[in-house]
Structure formats: structure tokens, C-alpha cells
């Protein structure tokens, strides 16, 4: 695991698994990529082999030696559900997840209709447990078919990452989702974000009872445009994610 993650709606990062291949054009500047490839051919690095996709057995039982409960960003260099990933392995991931219940684990895909049947073969009949959260990310219309799947799986609690936001998402209908993440995307190329299309993801969240958590503007970095809309910080998580372990009804808090 690693700690003192900079990434602001977790507290920390596992990645049992790390690398990745690209799909959509949300992919095209991937930060993961960016970190991995600088350490490419490094002995003994993590990231000896850069952004190829690689399991890491040695690490799929670490949250079960941290007694502290964290919000925990599974796989923030990866993606659980390339299609590469065997089953096997996954499960495995599920397994730790299962046990390690007094952490809460958000697991985010872009493999959407993959890991729908994923989740909804392993709890058939039943939702996953509350602390497993399971999300998407949703980087312009196209990809809107992803927040579909996140509803037709079998989860107890959904979000969605809508990051980088490449262009206004018009109408959202997010009933069943519980959490929405907005940021632009930051690095050397990075994409502008404009104000009206986070306004509009905000203002229809709050309609429709959905968490709200503004992460960051974007930029050169991605702590150079900062993270006030309208002048104030949006900082919402469900409910549950301030008690980590069994959590309850799902309301909204944070930063109204």
C-alpha cells in the first residue's frame, strides 16, 4: 500500500495489479502511464517494466495487515478489469477485499460490461458488501454506456469519476449512484475543463441527492488550478465513508 497518496477522495492506494493498455480517449494522457514509464528498465523498481501490465501476487493480502481504517483506491496504477487480468486473480482481490471489512475500498474501471459480470456472478442473488464500492470512469458522452452498466451491477454502494471531463455530459440520470467525482485532467498536454460543465454535474447532483466531490480543475499539474468552484471547496463523500466499517444509511456530507 502506499500512504500519504496525493490523490484527494482516498486515503491511500493498493495496486495488486499495475499497467494498463489504452481505449478511449479519457486514456490518451494517463498519469499512471506517465509515473510508471519513467522508471522503464530500473533492476528492481516497481515499475521495472514500465506500463505493461503486470500482476503482483506479493501484494493482494496487504490490507489485511493494516489495522488503521482507510478509504483504499484499489489499483489506482491499473485497472482491476483488463480483460488480460485473469479471473483467478481477481478473485483473489475480491477475497481480501471481503475480509479486510473494516476498510472501505473503491474500486474504479473503465471495463464497465466486464466487471458488471464480474460482480454480479460473485454476489448473484445479493449486493456486494457496502464496503466495497464499485465505480466508473466517465470522460465524455461516449462513454456514458459505463454509468449504465455501474447500475446493472449488484453493488450496495456506486460512484463515478468523471475525469478528465472532456466535454459537457448534458442530462445525467443517477438514480442508484451514490457519489460523483469531477476533475481536469493535468499534465504537459492536458485538456481544459470548462467551469459550465462542472456547474451542470454539480447542480444535477444536488437535484438528485448524489454526493458531490470536486477534485481539481487541472492544469500543468494538478494542484495548478486548485479545486474552488464558485468560490468554495466541494468535498462530499456518502455517508459511510466517514465511519469506514459497517456502514449505514447512505446520506450526503462534507462540504455542502
Not at 500519504?4 to 482516498?10: A, L, V
Not at 483488463?82 to 473503491?106: C, G, L, N, S, Y
Not at 470548462?194 to 480543475?217: H, L, M, N, T, Y
Amino acid at each position: 500500500m502506499a500512504l500519504g497518496t496525493t490523490i484527494e477522495w482516498t486515503d491511500a492506494t493498493w495496486n495488486p495489479v499495475a499497467g494498463c493498455t489504452k481505449i478511449t480517449r479519457g486514456c490518451d494522457n494517463c498519469y499512471a502511464e506517465r509515473i510508471a514509464e519513467r522508471f522503464r528498465g530500473v533492476t528492481g523498481h516497481p515499475f521495472e517494466f514500465g506500463f505493461d501490465l503486470t500482476l503482483r501476487p506479493h501484494k493482494l493480502r496487504e490490507p489485511l495487515s493494516w489495522r488503521s481504517p482507510k478509504r483504499i483506491f484499489v489499483n489506482s496504477m491499473s485497472d482491476l478489469f483488463h480483460k488480460e487480468v485473469p479471473k483467478d486473480f481477481i478473485d483473489r482481490v475480491f477475497d481480501t477485499m471481503e475480509q479486510a471489512d473494516w476498510h472501505i475500498f473503491q474500486v474504479l474501471t473503465k471495463r464497465s460490461s466486464l466487471m458488471r459480470r464480474y460482480v454480479n456472478e460473485r454476489f448473484a442473488g445479493r449486493s456486494a458488501p457496502p464496503h466495497i464500492w464499485l465505480g466508473v470512469s466517465v470522460e465524455d458522452r461516449k462513454a456514458l454506456s459505463r454509468l449504465v452498466h455501474l447500475k446493472q451491477a449488484n453493488a450496495s454502494v456506486r460512484f463515478v469519476s468523471f475525469e478528465p471531463l472532456l466535454e459537457d455530459l448534458a442530462s445525467l440520470e443517477l438514480s442508484g449512484i451514490h457519489w460523483a467525482i469531477v476533475g481536469g485532467e493535468s499534465g504537459p498536454q492536458a485538456r481544459p475543463m470548462q467551469p459550465e460543465w462542472v456547474r451542470s454535474i454539480r447542480d444535477q447532483c444536488r437535484k438528485q441527492g448524489v454526493a458531490f466531490f470536486f477534485k481539481q480543475w487541472g492544469g500543468l499539474t494538478s494542484k495548478a488550478g486548485g479545486n474552488r468552484l464558485d468560490g468554495r471547496s466541494w468535498l462530499q463523500y456518502p455517508k459511510m465513508a466517514t465511519g469506514c466499517a459497517r456502514p449505514g444509511q447512505l446520506q450526503v456530507v462534507g462540504a455542502q
